[in-house]
């Protein structure tokens, strides 16, 4: 099946520095990828779609100065945190979508503002 | 709009018992329904879909799913627990009512099994 490489699986980072998070596709092109965020003993939320050669859509409320998203090739999207605070901490994950209505997820990120 | 309810935050069950884990959902057109797994600390893994073809759905390392129309459900099941299916698991519903394909998550249920 469809490979979705999510790096790296954990980092920690002082507050203020930035932090990028990348999601490859690894035997498939995606042009659309998904960026979520998950909370501790929460469901996954959605923070953003990137589409590859034009703008994220941002979901209503997540900040798109502070979450920037790359989508420079069909392989590759990555998601920036900027100026990271302690309540940036989550688990963030991706998805490529993989036909009409199906997508394959990154083994998620464990983020750790100190 | 579309929503997903996950009837159970948590399920326990001793091994080689029975799994249940329920899902109902609403969507305004013909929808595609996933079951994911996570286990700590990973990301997702997709365990069988329905996409508008048989409504009994087998996936994989045993667990099957059947879609009820009428009922608006989708619940999955494994005839027999085993330590290692101890994990999160999300019912998903996804839908192409606007030719845009929406994943909307169930808040999970947390499956414990027991020796």
């Known amino acids: 099946g469809a490979v979705v490489s999510q790096h790296p699986s954990r980092v920690i980072c002082k507050s203020g520095t930035s932090v990028k998070i990348e999601c490859r596709s690894l035997?498939?092109?995606?042009?659309?990828m998904f960026w979520y965020r998950q909370f501790p003993k929460k469901s996954l939320m959605l923070m953003a779609t990137s589409n590859e050669g034009s703008k994220a859509t941002y979901e209503q409320g997540v900040e798109k100065d502070k979450f920037l998203i790359n989508h420079a090739s069909l392989t590759l999207s990555t998601l920036t945190v900027t100026s990271a605070h302690p309540e940036d901490s989550s688990f963030y994950i991706c998805?490529?979508?993989?036909?009409?209505?199906?997508?394959?997820f990154g083994q998620g990120t464990r983020l750790t503002v100190v | 709009a579309q929503s997903v309810t996950q009837l159970d935050s948590h399920v326990s069950v001793s091994e080689g018992t029975p799994v249940l884990l329920r899902c109902n959902y609403s969507s305004s057109y013909s929808p595609s329904l996933f079951w994911y797994v996570q286990h700590p600390n990973k990301g997702l893994q997709l365990l069988l879909k329905y996409t508008s073809a048989a409504t009994l759905v087998k996936g994989i390392n045993g667990f099957e799913a059947e879609f009820k129309k009428s009922e608006t459900s989708f619940h999955l099941t494994k005839p027999s627990a085993h330590m290692s299916d101890a994990a999160e698991y999300f019912c998903v519903v996804s839908d192409l009512a606007s030719g845009y394909s929406t994943l909307t998550f169930g808040k999970g249920t947390m499956l414990l099994v027991s020796p």
């Open positions: 035997d498939f092109q995606a042009t659309t």
């Open positions: 998805s490529a979508r993989v036909g009409p209505d199906e997508a394959f």
